[in-house]
């Protein structure tokens, strides 16, 4: 698996979206970093995995209570948020962020965490369900 860029190699966000790419890539899949153009609210990624193509918005969270603002600005961005943990960030706290964003967010699919070498995939379903916040703990923290 690789990581192919379409320019913006010089934005701001480049040092962050090029080390979110390389974890993603270690995780198995193909990644795109898409070119952001100025005053249009875009998808940072392209993530391919066994055919299957999706959009992702990425997400550094480096502020201990970040997490909930990160995740409300990207409504209307795209289905599927990458938040890439650079903090140390309490589970339950982002675990009740995460719930609470695909509560406002209607159209919101799934949240892709990176924490460390972890990956964690949360589809909306499994926020609903009543183990949720024991089951994302558990993953967080091995």
Not at 26 to 42: A, C, D, E
Not at 57 to 67: E, F, N, R, V
Not at 113 to 134: A, C, D, H
């Amino acid at each position: 698996m690789g990581v192919y860029t379409v320019g913006g190699e010089r934005g701001e966000d480049y040092e962050n979206l090029i080390n979110a790419a390389r974890k993603a890539a270690s995780h198995g899949f193909q990644v795109y970093i898409l070119p952001n153009p100025k005053g249009l609210r875009t998808a940072d990624f392209i993530f391919v995995q066994k055919g299957i193509y999706k959009l992702y918005d990425l997400k550094t969270i480096q502020g201990k209570s970040s997490a909930i603002n990160r995740l409300m600005e990207s409504i209307g961005q795209t289905n599927h948020v990458l938040l890439n943990i650079a903090t140390d960030y309490n589970p339950l706290a982002l675990a009740r962020c995460i719930k609470k964003f695909f509560e406002m967010n209607p159209n919101a699919v799934e949240v892709l965490v990176f924490k460390g070498n972890k990956s964690i995939l949360l589809k909306r379903s499994s926020t609903q369900s009543k183990s949720f916040f024991k089951i994302f703990i558990k993953k967080y923290q091995q």
